[in-house]
């Protein structure tokens, strides 16, 4: 029995443009995966910048409070400042900051990343 070959003109192709779609949807997963980690680790940046500027303003006051000095942080870093903790009893400082994570290609445009830091200053 012979097969007939020109019943299977095309097949190639199809699978060819299967096997492309599978390989740019896995392109934008990574792509808003890097984008989504690369939010993230702004927001740690900038929450221990923040944390580490209000336990030096406890530490050493300038006359300004420590939640200011960490607004002022947060917003250089181009996040905004969600909670500043300041207690002046042990000079630790709580920030929590918030960015969002931008143009996303498979997900919802308004996810958002959070990060937080702790810092502490020990007088001798």
């Known amino acids: 029995m012979r097969r007939d070959i020109a019943s299977d003109r095309g097949s190639v192709s199809i699978v060819l443009v299967a096997l492309l779609g599978v390989v740019v949807l896995l392109a934008t997963g990574v792509a808003d995966a890097t984008a989504a980690l690369h939010a993230s680790e702004r927001a740690q940046n900038a929450a221990d910048a923040a944390a580490l500027a209000a336990a030096e303003e406890m530490a050493m006051p300038a006359g300004r409070t420590p939640e200011d000095v960490a607004a002022e942080y947060a917003e250089r870093n181009d996040v905004v400042l969600v909670h500043c903790a300041c207690d002046p009893e042990t000079f630790e ?23 937080s830091a702790r810092a502490v200053v020990v007088l001798p």
Do not use: E, K, M, S
């Open 93 to 115: 400082a709580v920030v929590t900051v918030r960015v969002p994570v931008g143009r996303l290609w498979l997900f919802a445009d308004d996810l958002v990343a959070d990060g």
